[in-house]
Structure formats: C-alpha cells, structure tokens
T-cell receptor
Framework: IAGITQAPTSQILAAGRRMTLRCTQDMRHNAMYWYRQDLGLGLRLIHYSNTAGTTGKGEVPDGYSVSRANTDDFPLTLASAVPSQTSVYFC???????????FGSGTQLSVL | DQQVKQNSPSLSVQEGRISILNCDYT??????FLWYKKYPAEGPTFLIS?????DKNEDGRFTVFLNKSAKHLSLHIVPSQPGDSAVYFC??????????????FGGGTRVLVKP
C-alpha cells in the first residue's frame, strides 16, 4: 500500500542519547515534513524539505536535524535527547503544488 | 503566539445531531484552509479544504464555512456518527508562499459522538 512508513512505532530513550527517527515515502512527493504533536498545541513543524537535497527550519527546530539525500527518505535526528522532546512525531509528504499532506502513523518517543 | 486556534478542546454530541467545530486564525494572509481528522495511534488524514475565494465547501456530511472578515472557519458534520469520534485539526497556509506548502495547525478538538 502506497504511503508513508515511520520507524520505530515507539521508543523509550535515556536523556543525552542520540536517536534517529526514520521516514520513507513511496508516493514520489517532492516535499516532506516532520511535525511533533503535543497536547493542546496541535502539530508543530520541526523541519521540512521542499525537494531532495534541500531542507529548512520550521517552528520548533532546536535540538533536531534532518537530511534529504533522496526523494523517498527524510530521517529526523535528535543529537542529544532531552525530556522536553517527549512527544509524538509525525512525518508527512505532499506534492509540491498540492497542500494536502499525507501523514505517517507516528512515532511515540519518551525521553527519560 | 498561535496563529491558528481551536478554542474548544473537546465536544460531545449525540448521534444524528450536528457537530460544529470552530477555528480562528490571526494571519490575514492565509488563503487556504484544511481540516484533518485523527484517530488514536494513527496519523492525521485529510478531510476537507477551502480556498479563501470561497465561503463554503461541502463534501457529503462535511461542510466547511469560511468567514474571512472574522478570520474564522467552522466545520459542520451532519449527521454525526459514532465513527466521527476523533480529534479534528484545522490548518492554514499561504498557497503563494514560495518557501513551500507548510501548514500551520490548531491545537485540535476532540469529538465524541454518543450512540
């Protein structure tokens, strides 16, 4: 089934550890995004990529980095995790001219 | 400061009745608005959208109304069904934005439809 695959589904992480959340799409969408969902705050954009080879900062980029080596993959890395990064992380993609985003199922991350 | 706000965190409605979800925005430049629906342990899925050149868009049981002067949009679900129980997010964007199609989301409204 075409769509977005995120891994892992959930993770418990010790503070200070490095973690990479994986995201792969098979829809050949140009744009990809990482959002975090926190209660009452909705979905906030962390980083985005309009096309392979380019990335940009969203609303809450601090503590996170991304790369976009090819069209399909858009990993999100926490270099040194902190408890405030406990959240549900969603990867999404969209066709460049279509604002409708397609979301993955999310990664529940707990930083202790 | 949140540019898109959903002031009602939750809504409970009887099956068959109308659900009305509200969303306010502050950026008058927003020209495209979307509603997403999210079930537990799943990613949000697109529900319905509206361009700023319209004031209403209808798709089956779902209708979105846009009041640009009030910077307000609403989602009506008629009739409500138990399967509509979910969290609903409104989102807004600038279509002409050269930097990409980034959406700004509201905080969400949890809807419970009682049988």
């Amino acid at each position: 089934i075409a769509g977005i695959t995120q891994a892992p589904t959930s993770q418990i992480l010790a503070a200070g550890r490095r973690m990479t959340l994986r995201c792969t799409q098979d829809m050949r969408h140009n744009a990809m995004y990482w959002y975090r969902q926190d209660l009452g705050l909705g979905l906030r954009l962390i980083h985005y990529s309009n096309t392979a080879g380019t990335t940009g900062k969203g609303e809450v980029p601090d503590g996170y980095s991304v790369s976009r080596a090819n069209t399909d993959d858009f990993p999100l890395t926490l270099a040194s995790a902190v408890p405030s990064q406990t959240s549900v992380y969603f990867c999404a993609s969209s066709d460049r001219v279509n604002e409708k985003l397609f979301f993955g199922s999310g990664t529940q991350l707990s930083v202790l | 400061d949140q540019q898109v706000k959903q002031n009602s965190p939750s809504l409970s409605v009887q099956e068959g009745r109308i659900s009305i979800l509200n969303c306010d925005y502050t950026n008058s430049m927003f020209d495209y608005f979307l509603w997403y629906k999210k079930y537990p342990a799943e990613g949000p899925t697109f529900l319905i959208s509206i361009s700023s050149i319209k004031d209403k868009n209808e798709d089956g049981r779902f209708t979105v109304f846009l009041n640009k002067s009030a910077k307000h949009l609403s989602l009506h679900i008629v009739p409500s069904q138990p399967g509509d129980s979910a969290v609903y997010f409104c989102a807004a964007t600038l279509r002409i934005r050269a930097a990409g199609n980034k959406l700004t989301f509201g905080g969400g409204t949890r809807v419970l439809v009682k049988p």
